[in-house]
């Protein structure tokens, strides 16, 4: 038996491509490593050191939607937490986002709901399982979004197509009730 098998690789890619795809940024590289071990056996992880950084790597993707959930600390240098929040929730408004942080200001909280229409907001220490089950539940959460928003618009383009078959099919049935309408006339003037 051969120890190097290449059908194990494209396997293991495949199988890496169809976990949903995660963002952390924090500037504490620690904080993010402990989290790419928590969370990386579930999902792909992208990486940023501070809010510009994620920024600059979400504008430079080809489809930054395919991030369905972010996790941010909140003091960072050059751009807080609820500022790089609130700069993406445009771009990408479906995208679950949580903050996670060691500071707990009742206004960034207010900020970070009303601004950056938050997920979640967590406290550091936290709990890992608390943590990993937030993540999970968010991640449901998106991809169940965008399953009823590709659900309707499957249901419109539906509706769409069966009043455009119904418009044919009664301009049929007008034109085939004038045509015995005219016969009708005809055959009563002769």
């Known amino acids: 038996m051969s120890v190097f098998n290449i059908k194990n690789i494209k396997e293991e890619s495949k199988a890496e491509a169809d976990k949903p795809l995660i963002m952390l940024v924090d500037d504490e590289v620690e904080n993010i490593?402990?989290?790419?071990?928590l969370l990386e056996s579930h999902f792909q992880i992208i990486t940023g050191l501070n809010g510009a950084e994620a920024i600059e790597l979400?504008?430079?993707?080809?489809d930054p939607t395919k991030i369905?959930?972010?996790i941010t600390d909140q003091r960072m240098p050059m751009v807080t937490g609820v500022e790089f929040l609130e700069q993406i929730v445009d771009r990408m408004p479906d995208t679950i986002r949580i903050i996670l942080t060691g500071y707990s200001?009742?206004?960034v909280i207010i900020d970070a709901i009303n601004k950056a229409r938050l997920y979640k907001f967590m406290t550091k220490p936290f709990d890992p399982v608390e943590l990993s089950l937030t993540v999970k539940r968010g991640v449901e959460a998106y991809q169940m979004r965008k399953a009823l928003v590709d659900y309707a618009a499957n249901l419109e383009r539906l509706v769409e197509e069966r009043?455009?078959?119904l418009n044919q099919k009664n301009e049929a049935l007008n034109e085939a009730l004038t045509s015995l309408e005219?016969?009708?006339l005809t055959d009563q003037l002769t």
């Not at 490593?33 to 071990?37: H, P, R």
């Open 182 to 184: 005219q016969l009708s």
């Open 68 to 70: 369905q959930l972010i």
């Open 58 to 62: 979400i504008d430079n993707m080809v």
């Open 33 to 37: 490593n402990v989290l790419k071990q």
């Open 105 to 107: 200001d009742t206004q």
């Open 163 to 165: 009043t455009v078959e």
